[in-house]
């Protein structure tokens, strides 16, 4: 196998388990008008989230609007201060469809290509949108074990990550979604733990360091998001019963969002979610608690 192909499959692993902005997007999938606090590109400008949280609390309506083509449209800042207005909700249990998109920046420019290429020792020959393409392509989402606090992640074709694949792919475990056959890979631990971006209240974490640990491990390529890998660690709080925003760090660098989206629980609970804006919370949800509207204010 030569070096060349060797950086491409890591590539698209790491695509793969961090799991587009565009022109196009954004007509087609228009940003919801919802309230942010003032913010500018410096650090210094950057509002705080609990006066951002007193302020402009979302309500479950608001909520409502926010999809995964929809949240692509906003810069990282808005992005952010979603997240941060947001609690972690329950655990989440099953399958979920993914999404992801990289940051965008005040100026409507991608910043993946800054902070992948930073990382040490990873010569990125890969253009942004190829690898939002190639991880929209694979990674299909997530499957969470609430029960075991372990997930998998679905991934739709083996052929560019079988160069990285030791033994049997046969013996890979599977799940069919919607008549579709995916493989499971890429285990993970399941807890409440801190936020990196707002230490107010908990997220639920999806911890891939000790990866090696969990039942069905399989060392190559699951080794690429554990402790000897890219030490890679998501974050996700809830939007809506069924909708979660997530957030991808690689050692503890924020690479990318992502989403997560199970129909049936959304059917299943967001009108009651709209009447009352509460929610089962499975994590600590900060002193004080986050403001809960219902929809009619």
Known sequence: MNK???LTGLMFALALMLGGCDFVGSLFHPAPVIKFAPYGPDYQAKPDFAQIEYEFPLTPAELKKLDADNL????????D????????????????????????GVSGDRRIAEIVGGLPGLAVDLKVQKIEVIGKTLWKGKVFYRDQRVL????NDLTLLKPLIDGDLSTIPKITVAGRDQWLMFPAKLYCGQSLLDS????VIIDYFFTDEISGYRERPDYLAGRRGFQVRDEIRMVRPGFYLGRAYIGKIFLLNFT??????????????????????DCWSGTPRRVALTASK
């Open 81 to 104: 201060q979603i997240y941060a207005r947001l609690s972690a909700g329950p655990i989440p249990d099953g399958a979920f469809d993914g999404g992801l998109f990289f940051p965008k």
């Open 4 to 6: 060349k192909s060797i």
């Open 200 to 203: 107010r209240r908990e997220s």
């Open 72 to 79: 692509k449209s906003y810069d990282q800042e808005q992005i």
């Open 260 to 281: 997560l989206y199970n129909k049936e629980i959304a059917d299943r609970d967001g009108e009651g979610f709209m009447k009352t804006g509460q929610v089962q919370e």
């Open 152 to 155: 998998r992640n679905r991934i």
